[in-house]
């Protein structure tokens, strides 16, 4: 039984695009760049919120071996349902991840970037890495290239990665204190030996730093990953964040700690908790002031295929791809096409999104209340379209009589989708109910009655007045609503530190 | 005497490029080193290579059988710690 809505059609919304407030206006982690830099990234989906919705990523799990060793990482594990960085089942040569990415692009035309992210670090496997990234500059010239390192052998590689048109390098680095520094990595291998503690740190901060400005030197896009670590690490990455802007990097972006006993991982079994949403975001605003971040990271696996969030891996694997006869040069003329296609539509919605603005003029007259978070079911488009039930992940907005801001996104099934087999029984709904944490409604187009009566329980107004509004007015609606009725008169419900 | 990599090895490769005798094999389902060709490498390095890079506490044994990486040595996890964890996983 579900509650109907009027005007819920088959939403025909051709691949999506998100609101204005999620990547044009006040939500654009890219508005600032100079247009040289947006031009290079406005197509790549993980470093825009907006483009993610067109575009499809891929990396190809070529670099098996690390050069360090860090809390949050476990080389030992694989497991099917898990979808987090350092995380793979299969492990490519050169010349099979060449076949593969052909094959996706082929097959997934909005596939425009291919990563290089491990399962270790892509450095640590130079032959390997630059061999595939070789072959593809010369076979696949329509796909961006990228890298992801933590950076120890990075200053001895920038000369290599200009020459194969690597334009987007990710440095992860989680502090710019040995002391910090030696709290996260337990060894580096150096110069031929292993070295532990502070001095271990020490050396990969400073070869981090120097790799960081010969890249920004040579003119290559750097986006550095920081992983917040409760008491660890979490206000010493202000530090950072001011210093790899300072330095010249043009995104940050913050992530969770994942950690779960299960992982085998140091931080998981001794206990370390991850950050809350709410302590995410309160450090990704506190690192806003210096530089642009980034809030739509999925953290992905090192070997994802196709969109943001998605997984299409199991299509394309070795014994798959084997069959595959690829004509690439058919194959780059369709995805031209395909690409023109999306651009057409990309730049109808950002008309239609300008035509639209109502949301500042309907805050007018609205009393001053304190800030209210709502989660958004919406499957692109920049509209409230996705029932409850089919939500996989939530837009987080934050509305307030100043503004009504795009804050992130929060995933159902966090990073597992292994119900029955690990972790303790807890129901789907329950979950989702937990990662809605803080929020106080949800727009969506459907909802059951059995959620529709634990999200109540739970301080969570559901809503599906809404559907097919512009995100941005319908939170702007439901804000006013929420004023109007004193539901924000209230101090905001408290949050556990508890975790999904 | 000879190094050895047991079954707990995860196949990453690290250590076969930095072998200066070229002894390790990228053998399935895990790496090997030949005994006939592995110096411990005396006369090339300070630590034997392998032993210095490989991730996987306990995966390699050293010339006198003994691991080269013990429990905890690697992960910083007391061997308890771990167990114990690992032993709660089981029981749900």
């Known amino acids: ?76 594990y694989d497991c099917a349902n898990e979808s987090r960085p350092g995380v793979v089942s ?25 990563g290089i992210a ?3 670090d892509p450095l640590a496997n130079p032959e390997r890495t630059m061999e595939t990234f070789r072959q593809l500059s010369e076979k696949a010239p329509d796909i961006k290239l990228c890298v992801s390192t933590n950076g120890l052998a990075l200053p001895e590689q920038v000369e290599e990665l200009s020459r194969h048109n690597i334009d987007h390098v990710t440095i992860t680095i989680n502090c710019v204190d040995p002391d910090v520094g030696a709290k996260i990595y337990p060894w580096i291998f150096w110069n031929n030996r292993r070295i532990k503690g502070r001095k271990a740190a020490k050396i990969l901060i400073e070869q981090q730093q120097k790799g960081l400005e010969m890249l920004v030197a040579k003119g290559i896009l750097v986006k550095v990953n920081s992983v917040m670590i409760p008491g660890v690490n979490d206000e010493h990455l202000k530090e950072v964040s001011r210093v790899v802007k300072a330095k010249g990097a043009f995104l940050h972006n913050v992530m969770p700690l994942i950690a779960e006993a299960g992982h085998g991982t140091f931080f998981g079994v001794m206990g370390q908790r991850g950050p809350t949403h709410g302590e995410l975001q309160a450090l990704q605003d506190a690192c806003a002031g210096d530089m642009n971040m980034m809030r739509h990271c999925r953290q992905c696996r090192a070997d994802a ?43 109808a919605q950002r008309r239609q999104a300008a035509e639209i603005q109502v949301p500042l003029a309907m805050l007018q007259g609205v009393r001053e209340t304190r800030p209210v978070l709502m989660a958004v079911a919406t499957s692109g488009g920049g ?32 990073y597992c989708s292994g119900n029955d087999t690990c972790g303790a029984a807890e129901t789907a709904l329950q979950k989702t109910i937990r990662t809605l944490e803080g929020c106080e ?56 530190r508890a975790r999904a | 005497m000879a ?18 005798s070229k002894a390790i094999l990228a053998a399935l389902p895990h790496f090997l080193i030949d005994a006939g060709k592995c110096t411990e490498c005396e006369g090339f390095y300070a630590d034997p290579q392998c032993a210095s890079i490989c991730p996987v506490e306990g995966a390699i044994l050293d010339g006198s ?14 061997p308890d710690r771990l167990q114990a964890a690992m032993a709660e996983i089981q029981a749900r």
């Open chain 1, 1 to 76: 039984m579900e509650l109907k809505v009027p005007g819920q059609t088959t939403q025909a919304s051709s691949g999506g695009g998100c609101s204005s407030g999620g990547c044009g206006s006040n939500g654009d982690q890219l508005a600032h760049l100079p247009e040289a830099i947006r031009d290079k990234v406005k197509n790549h989906p993980c470093y825009s919120e907006e483009a993610h919705h067109y575009y499809a990523r891929m990396h190809v799990a070529v670099a098996p071996a690390c050069n360090i060793q860090c809390h949050y990482c476990n080389r030992k």
């Open chain 1, 90 to 114: 299969e492990l490519l040569t050169p010349d099979q991840a060449v076949k593969k990415v052909m094959a996706v692009a082929a097959t997934i035309p909005q596939m425009t970037v291919l």
């Open chain 1, 118 to 120: 491990g399962p270790g």
């Open chain 1, 305 to 347: 295929v196709g969109l943001l969030g998605e997984d299409r891996g199991a299509e394309f694997t070795l014994d798959k791809i084997e069959g595959m006869e690829i004509d690439y040069a058919a194959a780059m003329q369709m995805r031209a096409d395909v690409h023109a296609a999306i651009e057409v539509d990309r730049e």
């Open chain 1, 383 to 414: 509209v409230v379209n996705q029932h409850f039930g089919h939500a996989r992940e939530f837009l987080i907005y934050e509305a307030s009589r100043q503004d009504v801001r795009f804050i992130g996104h929060r995933k159902v099934d966090v």
């Open chain 1, 441 to 496: 409604a949800v727009l969506c187009s459907r909802i059951g009655y059995e959620p529709w009566g634990l999200l109540e329980e739970a301080g969570i107004q559901p809503n599906g007045e809404h559907a097919l509004e512009p995100i941005e007015q319908a939170v702007t609606a439901v804000y006013r609503e929420m004023v109007e009725a004193g539901r924000l008169d209230s101090p905001a419900p408290r949050v556990s």
């Open chain 2, 3 to 20: 190094y050895s990599i047991l079954e707990s090895c995860v196949n990453c490769r690290a250590c076969e490029p930095l072998c200066p």
């Open chain 2, 65 to 78: 059988g003994a691991p080269a990486n013990p429990p905890g040595s690697l992960t910083g996890i007391p």
